[in-house]
């Protein structure tokens, strides 16, 4: 069995008087591609911001490289992730293009390789054509191609996403999470924060499922995606059929 890339021991979160994430324990290995999903106030962006390091956890340990990964410096620890946040505004009138080269910044200078990848991000992403656009004047749903492509092209063997569909129309929702999982494919460890049961369940090697800041069933598709966890979790009715292409749960809301 592959040893875990990143652990999370007992990890709990407070924010004031409310806890967010109670005891969780989750080791994410090499290789696979997992979605974490949950209602609305679940935790989930809360411990993928625990898991990249951006949060502290008050109990607990997170663990990267058999290391705690509060104690990697800055540098080190964006050249081993990255991270693509929920909130896709830039604040400076920075191009596309310069957008997605930040995600060499941690990385030593390499100016063929640094090209060569920022082009193969822009192509991946669809924003090719958008290279020279202020990256403020971009739509929602191009904005969030747009650091999807800085994500890219940051080249790390760890990748955690945010809602990374939540703005994209239906060609970008599968063109991204398609890339994602070639990446996971190729040997990356690729964890998901996703809405959408079914794109979780066409994408996803194991899904996460969270409820008020608790794992509620961690598992494959199969195993998490069943009417009576849908049901209880969400408070919704629901029916799982298997889909006719893909052979994995499809859930339809009744």
């Given at each position: 069995?592959?040893?875990?890339?990143?652990?999370?021991?007992?990890?709990g979160v407070r924010f004031?008087?409310?806890?967010?994430?109670?005891?969780?324990?989750?080791?994410?290995?090499?290789?696979?591609?997992?979605?974490?999903?949950?209602?609305?106030?679940?935790?989930?962006?809360?411990?993928?911001?625990?898991?990249?390091?951006?949060?502290?956890?008050?109990?607990?340990?997170?663990?990267?490289?058999?290391?705690?990964?509060?104690?990697?410096?800055?540098?080190?620890?964006?050249?081993?992730?990255?991270?693509?946040?929920?909130?896709?505004?830039?604040?400076?009138?920075?191009?596309?293009?310069?957008?997605?080269?930040?995600?060499?910044?941690?990385?030593?200078?390499?100016?063929?390789?640094?090209?060569?990848?920022?082009?193969?991000?822009?192509?991946?992403?669809?924003?090719?054509?958008?290279?020279?656009?202020?990256?403020?004047?971009?739509?929602?749903?191009?904005?969030?191609?747009?650091?999807?492509?800085?994500?890219?092209?940051?080249?790390?063997?760890?990748?955690?996403?945010?809602?990374?569909?939540?703005?994209?129309?239906?060609?970008?929702?599968?063109?991204?999470?398609?890339?994602?999982?070639?990446?996971?494919?190729?040997?990356?460890?690729?964890?998901?924060?996703?809405?959408?049961?079914?794109?979780?369940?066409?994408?996803?090697?194991?899904?996460?499922?969270?409820e008020q800041g608790r794992?509620?069933?961690?598992?494959?598709?199969?195993?998490?995606?069943?009417?009576?966890?849908i049901e209880r979790v969400?408070?919704?009715?629901?029916?799982?059929?298997?889909?006719?292409?893909?052979?994995?749960?499809?859930?339809?809301?009744?």
């Open positions: 069995m592959t040893a875990p890339f990143l652990h999370l021991d007992g990890v004031g008087e409310r806890t967010i994430l109670h005891d969780i324990h989750l080791g994410f290995v090499p290789g696979t591609l997992t979605a974490l999903v949950g209602p609305n106030g679940a935790g989930k962006s809360t411990l993928l911001a625990v898991a990249s390091g951006d949060v502290p956890a008050d109990a607990g340990s997170v663990i990267l490289h058999d290391q705690p990964i509060a104690h990697w410096k800055a540098m080190a620890l964006a050249r081993e992730r990255a991270v693509m946040p929920q909130d896709h505004a830039v604040r400076f009138a920075f191009t596309v293009e310069e957008v997605v080269a930040m995600g060499r910044l941690p990385h030593p200078a390499d100016a063929l390789r640094d090209a060569a990848l920022v082009e193969q991000a822009l192509g991946q992403a669809e924003m090719a054509g958008l290279r020279a656009r202020e990256v403020q004047t971009l739509s929602g749903g191009e904005a969030a191609r747009a650091t999807f492509a800085r994500v890219l092209t940051q080249d790390t063997p760890l990748l955690l996403l945010d809602e990374p569909t939540a703005a994209l129309d239906l060609r970008h929702q599968e063109r991204t999470l398609k890339a994602v999982r070639q990446l996971a494919d190729a040997g990356a460890c690729v964890i998901v924060v996703l809405h959408d049961l079914n794109l979780a369940a066409g994408y996803a090697d194991r899904i996460v499922l969270l794992v509620a069933a961690d598992g494959t598709p199969d195993q998490v995606l069943t009417r009576e966890h969400y408070q919704q009715p629901v029916v799982v059929l298997r889909h006719p292409q893909r052979d994995v749960p499809l859930v339809v809301v009744t």
